[in-house]
């Protein structure tokens, strides 16, 4: 039986129908600072937690809870002789049900206050109780998440018992809580690219998802607590529901066009570019996006970094698409995209910022920090110069073949993609895949180094002009040479974009 409750709270969502409950089956509440003003303002009969400890609230209200009254109260086993002669002994009365939320750390830490504002807004007194009822959970009913009072409020209105598995399940999300916003203050302060001895991570589930890669894996979206990003807070404005591939094709399709200034569109299937282009307008980038792969292109995801108008949503809904992703949609562009009522208009806000990695293993994590590195340094190897509108195309290139699979060539012309060979177990098997399609395109990249001279022999085949790669092979000098032999400038940058 219910007899004490501490509330605590500083999200006050739902908790004067917790408390007017609890008071009217007899609980006697106990409350803090300015949750203690607020349930005597709205009515709500409660004792002051000073008045139970004899000690009054210090330093700022860091110290309010921490106390060996509080804690003894929560901690005491109720089956334990000895723990209750002790307790009983010193006067504390058992509190059987602890109601605590915390400081929002996951919110400031993100917003822009100073490093000392952000400290305040670590929570102490908060976890500490809640990991005191959660172990002791046999005994005291703990309540973390707002969402859980409706479920003991009905079982109390019912005169129910709350049972162990119940009991356990809340404890359990206690556990579950105070790691992740553990792990949010360890990030904050050890900064995020530190490898530290123990990986913490933080993140909040956004919603389940149907399934996951295929219909027999179940799956979940989980956004990070202590970092902004384009996937974080998007918004959908139309559509089905997002699956699993959705979100992992929507963010490279997005990362794709962040890498430009100018227009860009980027159309992409198994989370693999098949078309990019930059432009003047965003019609004629999708349109020659488009072009690079009719085929691979529907059924596919495209995303756009400028507002999408009406000529160009005229020309998106002729084929089936699953997500167009954009900053913006005029209002006539959203009226002819949500004719189509499956497809998934998503606004993204937010420039890509990854600074971080994961890829899970059996049994392990590896961690790295984000490829944003483009080039290292330019260094034209050949004879032969690129022309400056060469170089332009180079660099283009380059920003494309970093989102595609390796081994991975992309051939190009005048901002567009021409030609893609992703996902290949060797080089020239990539290389033959994107010059085979692409009809008039006279720049190639690649993400890695040439080991040999046959992929220069096939490009000059398809009357490319100018490569980049990143060069470093021993064999370097293969790839030169036979670039000189066939008149072809070739342009090394130092820096490999391998993309498992």
Not at 214 to 223: D, E, G, L, R, T
């Amino acid at each position: 039986m219910i007899k004490t409750a501490l509330i605590s709270v500083f999200d006050k969502e739902n908790i004067l129908n917790l408390a007017t409950t609890l008071i009217n089956n007899g609980v006697e509440i106990i409350s803090t600072g300015g949750t203690f003003k607020y349930l005597k303002d709205n009515g709500i009969k409660v004792v002051e937690i000073s008045d139970i400890t004899g000690f009054e609230e210090i330093l700022d209200g860091r110290v309010k809870t921490l106390h060996p009254t509080i804690h003894s109260g929560i901690l005491a086993i109720r089956d334990n002789k000895e723990h209750m002669a002790t307790i009983k002994s010193k006067g504390i009365k058992p509190i059987d049900m602890v109601v605590v939320n915390l400081y929002p750390f996951f919110d400031k830490v993100t917003e822009n206050i100073s490093f000392e504002e952000k400290v305040e807004f670590i929570d102490i007194g908060g976890p500490t109780m809640l990991r005191a009822a959660a172990k002791n959970f046999k005994d005291v009913i703990v309540l973390s998440d707002t969402s859980d009072y409706e479920n003991i409020i009905n079982k109390m209105q019912a005169k129910e018992e709350v049972d162990f598995e119940t009991r356990k399940y809340l404890a359990g999300k206690v556990f579950n809580l105070i790691s992740a916003y553990d792990a949010a203050i360890s990030n904050f302060l050890l900064g995020e690219e530190t490898y530290s001895q123990y990986l913490s991570v933080s993140y909040k589930k956004q919603m389940d998802l149907r399934y996951g890669e295929n219909p027999h894996q179940s799956a979940a979206y989980y956004v990070s607590t202590t970092e902004n990003g384009a996937m974080k807070d998007f918004k959908q404005l139309n559509g089905k529901e997002l699956s699993y591939n959705n979100i992992k094709d929507m963010d490279i399709a997005w990362k794709v066009v962040c890498e430009f200034e100018e227009t860009a569109c980027c159309g992409l299937k198994h989370n693999t570019p098949c078309g990019v282009a930059i432009g003047s307008s965003v019609l004629q980038t999708y349109k020659n996006a488009y072009a690079c792969d009719p085929m691979s292109i529907f059924g596919g995801i495209v995303a756009f970094n400028k507002k999408v108008d009406s000529e160009t949503a005229q020309e998106l809904v002729k084929i089936f698409l699953e997500v167009v992703i954009a900053p913006e949609f005029d209002e006539e562009a959203l009226n002819i995209l949500k004719a189509k009522k499956n497809l998934r208009i998503i606004i993204c806000s937010n420039k890509a910022i990854d600074k971080m990695q994961m890829v899970k293993v059996d049994g392990g994590i590896l961690v790295q920090s984000s490829d944003q590195k483009l080039i290292q340094d330019i260094k034209v190897v050949t004879e032969n110069k690129p022309s400056e509108e060469e170089m332009k195309d180079l660099i283009f290139a380059m920003k494309v073949v970093k989102y595609v699979k390796s081994n991975a060539i992309v051939v190009v012309k005048d901002g567009v993609t021409k030609g893609i060979g992703a996902g290949q177990v060797n080089r020239i098997w990539a290389a033959e895949q994107a010059l085979e399609r692409s009809v008039d395109g006279n720049i190639m990249a690649s993400d890695a180094y040439f080991p040999f001279g046959d992929v220069v022999e096939l490009a000059a085949k398809y009357k490319i002009t100018s490569i980049i790669q990143p060069g470093g092979s021993i064999k370097d000098a293969q790839s030169i040479d036979m670039c000189d032999k066939n008149g072809i400038s070739m342009v090394f940058t130092g820096t490999r974009h391998f993309k498992h």
